[in-house]
């Protein structure tokens, strides 16, 4: 179990944060989780700190987060203490476009030698951050490949096969 929760990191939909930890005590608390070194905790927090953009609210209660803010905390928390296998369940949702985007660079930056599992409803999301992606309906999975793989089967926008007039 112990191996487990040091390999493991986990966002789920809705963020559960404890209202009245700082984001750098709710980073403390999942580094002993985790297990990271006593110390080598300060230099984790910091660094994933300075990579989300979130330095200046180290010291502000989680429910003083915006909600995008919210998100990038549980992010965070996933990825700390090098999780090896990260799952991610929506992990932009409420965050406005700017945000996604930026969220978007910093996962491509922190997925080298990580299994990251993300569900989104956004295409454009999958597209940029998915190695594979499968797509799911009614629970069943539908396809699955990468998005060339996608694009060559399906075509590049969901609209195409109505743009055909052979069809």
Same mark, same amino acid.
């Given at each position: 179990?112990?191996?487990?929760?040091?390999? +493991?990191?986990?966002?789920?939909?809705?963020? /559960?944060?404890?209202?009245? +930890? %700082?984001?750098?005590?709710?980073?403390? @608390?999942?580094?002993?989780?985790?297990?990271?070194?006593?110390? %080598?905790?300060?230099?984790?927090? *910091?660094?994933?700190?300075?990579? @989300? &953009?979130? #330095?200046?609210?180290?010291?502000?209660?989680?429910?003083? =987060?915006?909600?995008?803010?919210?998100?990038?905390?549980?992010?965070?928390?996933?990825? /700390?203490?090098?999780?090896?296998?990260?799952?991610? $369940?929506?992990?932009?949702?409420?965050? $406005?476009?700017?945000?996604?985007?930026?969220?978007?660079?910093?996962?491509?930056?922190?997925?080298? *030698?990580? %299994?990251? =599992?993300?569900?989104?409803?956004?295409? $454009?999301?999958?597209?940029? =951050?998915?190695?594979? #992606?499968? /797509?799911?309906?009614?629970?069943? +999975?539908?396809?699955?490949?990468? %998005? /060339?793989?996608?694009?060559?089967?399906?075509?590049?926008?969901? @609209? &195409?096969?109505?743009?055909?007039? *052979?069809?």
């Amino acid at each position: 179990m112990v191996q487990v929760r040091k390999s +493991l990191g986990l966002c789920p939909q809705d963020d /559960i944060l404890f209202h009245h +930890l %700082t984001v750098s005590e709710h980073l403390y @608390f999942y580094c002993v989780i985790k297990g990271v070194p006593p110390k %080598t905790r300060s230099k984790e927090i *910091n660094k994933m700190l300075l990579s @989300f &953009d979130l #330095i200046e609210k180290r010291d502000a209660l989680s429910k003083s =987060l915006s909600g995008g803010m919210k998100r990038k905390l549980s992010i965070i928390i996933a990825l /700390i203490g090098d999780s090896k296998v990260v799952i991610l $369940d929506e992990p932009t949702s409420g965050m $406005d476009p700017v945000s996604r985007r930026f969220t978007w660079d910093v996962l491509q930056k922190h997925k080298e *030698n990580r %299994t990251i =599992l993300l569900t989104t409803h956004h295409m $454009d999301e999958a597209d940029v =951050l998915g190695d594979r #992606i499968a /797509i799911m309906a009614k629970g069943t +999975l539908q396809c699955c490949g990468s %998005t /060339i793989f996608l694009k060559k089967v399906y075509g590049l926008s969901p @609209f &195409d096969h109505c743009l055909d007039a *052979n069809a």
